[in-house]
C-alpha cells in the first residue's frame, strides 16, 4: 500500500531546532516535498528533494534517503510565526500524484 | 508567474442540494490539476487529477464528481450533498519539480 508516516505533534521553544521525520511506503517514488498549513490557510510548498541529501532554504532544511524510504524537515531558528501544521508527500508512480501524510503540528513555545 | 483562484471562500449548503466549486489557474498552460479535501485536523485527501482539458482520474468513489472544460478550467461538483462532504476543498496545480501551489480553498459545511 502507499502510506507516509510522520509524528502528529512537536513542541519545541522559539529559538530552537526542530527535526520533523517522514517514512514512506510507495508503489513508485518521484520525490519527497514539504508543506506548511497554517491554521484555516491553504498548504504551502516549502521544499523538495529528488535525489539523497539535504536541501537549505533559509531557516528551512530538508534531507532525503532513498534507501531508507525516509526524509526530515529541519526548522531552524524557530520563531513563534512557524507555528504550523507541516505535510511531508511523496510524488507517486507516473509522477502524477503526489501522497500526503497526515501531518505534524508544530507548536512554538515562548 | 503563476496564480490559482478558487470561489467561493465559505459555503453553507443542505444535504441533498447540488454543488459547484470552481478553479482557475493563471499564468500557465496544460497544467496538471488537483482536487483535495482536509477534514479538520486531518491531511489532504485526493480526490481528482486531471492532466488535460476532458482528462479526469478518481481517486475516492463517493456523490462528487470534476470536469475539465477549459485548459485552466476545474470544476468540481455533486448532485447531492451529504453531511460527510463536509470539508476544506482545495485545488492545485502541479509545478515542474512535482510541487503543488493550492489555491485557497473552499470551506464548505452541510448542514
Known amino acids: 500500500g502507499q502510506s507516509l508516516e510522520q509524528p502528529s505533534e512537536v513542541t519545541a521553544v522559539e529559538g530552537a531546532i526542530v527535526q520533523i521525520n517522514c517514512t514512506y511506503q510507495?508503489?513508485?517514488?518521484?520525490?519527497l516535498s514539504w508543506y506548511q498549513q497554517h491554521d484555516g490557510g491553504a498548504p504551502t510548498f516549502l521544499s523538495y528533494?529528488?535525489?539523497?541529501g539535504l536541501e537549505e532554504t533559509g531557516r528551512f532544511s530538508s534531507f532525503l534517503s532513498r534507501s531508507d524510504s525516509y526524509g526530515y524537515l529541519l526548522l531552524q531558528e524557530l520563531q513563534m510565526k512557524d507555528s504550523a501544521s507541516y505535510f511531508c508527500a511523496v510524488g507517486d508512480t507516473g509522477g502524477f500524484k503526489t501522497i500526503f501524510g497526515a501531518g505534524t503540528r508544530l507548536f512554538v513555545k515562548a | 508567474s503563476q496564480t490559482i483562484h478558487q470561489w467561493p471562500a465559505t459555503l453553507v449548503q443542505p444535504v441533498g442540494s447540488p454543488l459547484s466549486l470552481e478553479c482557475t489557474v493563471e499564468?500557465?498552460?496544460?497544467?496538471?490539476l488537483y482536487w483535495y479535501r482536509q477534514a479538520a485536523g486531518r491531511g489532504l485527501q485526493l480526490l481528482f487529477y486531471?492532466?488535460?482539458?476532458?482528462?479526469i482520474s478518481s481517486e475516492v468513489p463517493q456523490n462528487l464528481s470534476a470536469s475539465r472544460p477549459q485548459d485552466r478550467q476545474f470544476i468540481l461538483s455533486s448532485k447531492k450533498l451529504l453531511l460527510s462532504d463536509s470539508g476544506f476543498y482545495l485545488c492545485?496545480?502541479?509545478?515542474?519539480?512535482?510541487?503543488?501551489?493550492f489555491g485557497p480553498g473552499t470551506r464548505l459545511t452541510v448542514t
Open positions: 492545485a496545480w502541479r509545478g515542474g519539480s512535482d510541487e503543488q501551489y
Open positions: 510507495t508503489s513508485g517514488f518521484y520525490g
Open positions: 499564468g500557465t498552460s496544460n497544467p496538471n
Open positions: 528533494n529528488a535525489l539523497d
Open positions: 486531471s492532466v488535460g482539458i476532458g482528462q
